[in-house]
């Protein structure tokens, strides 16, 4: 990985994924571009400069002259922050997405270490984890209550949470990305589900439309009384979108042998709140969750747990 410099002409900078050189290797004339998307990761917007000496030609000088990524294959690492293209020009805020850790407590992250505990085995989930805050049952998702929320919406005071957000705002539909070694999806209830593809990274790609399993609305109250009482479980200020709440499933070979807490992860020492301690072994990773209609993604921080 390198910077590219681009104080002088512009340059384009291309490679094709694993997957695109495979398909132009066949030779066979069907190797087609037919999707692309665009985003603006490295931009710094706080750069651009509404006066300059110089003119109005120089007003973005120092963005178009900001050094860039050279480009590389892996998909995980790049695309957070994609453009899109809205037809209402009067927008003066566009939504995002948010961990809601308000709503209850499945949905709060570990109070000492910002993260989302996985237990990987019957012992991580009963013998010094049992009341861990944030800790999800990767062994037996259908036995635990814990799951992940993310609330979309517009997150501004200056809009009532009362109103229907904008339709052509909404996410309606979610790509989940996760490492399919360490684990998979299931629903809030515990229901196991397919992933849609799986990349040459090992990245496991799931598509949730709003079906209620996973997707579904967010509450709008409109009764001045029941407001106040639901926005203290909403971490979105302005209208509300929708919701998508999964559990997650440790694969069966972190339960059943340590090689790759081994290779990927390390040791960190739990106590219980008897006082008794625990040398835990963690595997650090992310669930990437976008939205189709804007490209806003959001990584969730996941710490895989096995005593």
């Given at each position: 990985m390198a910077f590219l410099d681009n104080s002088g002409d512009i340059i384009l900078d291309a490679v094709l994924t694993d997957t695109g050189r495979f398909r132009l290797a066949k030779g066979d004339?069907?190797?087609?571009?037919?999707?692309?998307?665009?985003?603006?990761?490295?931009?710094?917007?706080?750069?651009?400069?509404?006066?300059?000496?110089?003119?109005?030609?120089?007003?973005?000088?120092?963005?178009?002259?900001?050094?860039?990524?050279?480009?590389?294959?892996?998909n995980t690492s790049t695309m957070k922050s994609k453009l899109i293209s809205v037809a209402n020009t009067n927008l003066l805020y566009l939504p995002i997405m948010k961990i809601n850790n308000l709503y209850e407590s499945a949905t709060k992250l570990d109070a000492n270490r910002d993260v989302f505990m996985v237990g990987v085995n019957n012992d991580s989930m009963?013998?010094?984890?049992?009341?861990?805050?944030?800790?999800?049952?990767?062994?037996?998702?259908?036995?635990?209550?814990?799951?992940?929320?993310?609330?979309?919406?517009?997150?501004?005071?200056?809009?009532?949470?009362?109103?229907?957000?904008?339709?052509?705002?909404?996410?309606?539909?979610?790509?989940?990305?996760?490492?399919?070694?360490?684990?998979?999806?299931?629903?809030?209830?515990?229901?196991?589900?397919?992933?849609?593809?799986?990349?040459?990274?090992?990245?496991?790609?799931?598509?949730?439309?709003?079906?209620?399993n996973y997707v579904s609305d967010i509450q709008v109250e409109t009764d001045p009384n029941l407001v106040a009482g639901l926005n203290t479980q909403m971490v979105i200020a302005g209208p509300r979108g929708t919701k998508i709440c999964f559990k997650i499933k440790a694969n069966n070979d972190l339960a059943s042998n340590d090689f790759l807490f081994n290779k990927l992860g390390s040791t960190f020492t739990y106590v219980s709140d008897g006082g008794s301690t625990a040398a835990v072994k963690f595997i650090d990773s992310t669930v990437r969750v976008m939205g189709a209609t804007t490209g806003y993604a959001i990584d969730i921080p996941v710490r895989y747990i096995k005593k």
């Open positions: 004339g069907t190797f087609k571009i037919v999707k692309f998307a665009l985003a603006d990761d490295e931009i710094d917007y706080g750069t651009y400069k509404s006066i300059a000496d110089s003119g109005s030609a120089y007003y973005d000088i120092q963005i178009l002259q900001t050094p860039v990524l050279e480009a590389f294959t892996n009963t013998t010094f984890l049992s009341t861990t805050q944030g800790l999800l049952n990767g062994n037996k998702p259908a036995d635990g209550g814990n799951y992940i929320r993310v609330d979309q919406g517009l997150n501004t005071n200056e809009i009532s949470p009362t109103l229907i957000i904008d339709p052509s705002l909404r996410e309606d539909v979610y790509s989940v990305q996760m490492d399919n070694r360490l684990g998979s999806l299931v629903s809030p209830s515990g229901v196991p589900t397919n992933f849609s593809f799986l990349d040459d990274d090992n990245i496991a790609h799931y598509n949730f439309a709003k079906d209620n």
